[in-house]
């Protein structure tokens, strides 16, 4: 089973989303594109969020 390449973690209103493709460097694809538009499209419908982090997983 692949790693998903976007991570979304929301809590006491902090939405974390981690860019997960670490073995590239987070470089973004097709896929990781869809997903974080998804992720992003969530976080905009929860009124319990009141700020969004981006960060990415490994070192880059």
Known sequence: ????????EIDQ???????????SLNS????M?????DAITTV???ESVRVLVITGAGRG
């Open 44 to 46: 905009r419908k929860d």
């Open 33 to 37: 594109h869809e997903r974080m538009r």
């Open 1 to 8: 089973m692949t790693q998903p390449s976007i991570l979304l």
């Open 13 to 23: 209103g902090v939405a974390l989303l981690t860019l997960n493709r670490p073995d």
């Open 28 to 31: 973004f694809n097709v896929e």
